[in-house]
Nanobody, 120 residues
Framework: QVQLVESGGDLVQPGGSLRLSCAGS????????MAWYRQAPGKQRELVAS???????NYADSVTGRFTISRENTKNTMWLQMDSLKPEDTAVYYC??????????????WGQGTQVTVSS
């Protein structure tokens, strides 16, 4: 079993910044591709940013230049630095990770989500 625990969501004003974190624990041998998703009320969940074990990252057009995804493989941890936040960024943000577990299995896990609200 693997758990992903997210933190860092908050209420911020437009133009502000937040740093989200996602910490993995449990039967982890190696964490492979990781990603941040978000879901706003009435909208489908969308991919915000993804990162491979090499550090290679991809971003949705809506956040390119404002958000930065990073990871530390030895700590099984991922972050999302969000700058120049806009009201349109308001959503529940979810951590996603593909994991090779110590028992030899491969599974994908989701975090519980953390609320980000950008408002004046």
């Amino acid at each position: 079993q693997v758990q992903l625990v997210e933190s860092g969501g908050d209420l911020v004003q437009p133009g502000g910044s937040l740093r989200l974190s996602c910490a993995g624990s449990g039967d982890i041998f190696t964490m492979r591709d990781m990603a941040w998703y978000r879901q706003a009320p009435g909208k489908q969940r969308e991919l915000v940013a993804s990162i491979k074990t090499s550090g290679s990252a991809n971003y949705a057009d809506s956040v390119t230049g404002r958000f930065t995804i990073s990871r530390e493989n030895t700590k099984n941890t991922m972050w999302l630095q969000m700058d120049s936040l806009k009201p349109e960024d308001t959503a529940v943000y979810y951590c996603n990770a593909a994991v090779i577990q110590r028992d030899g299995t491969y599974n994908t896990y989701w975090g519980q989500g953390t609320q980000v609200t950008v408002s004046s």
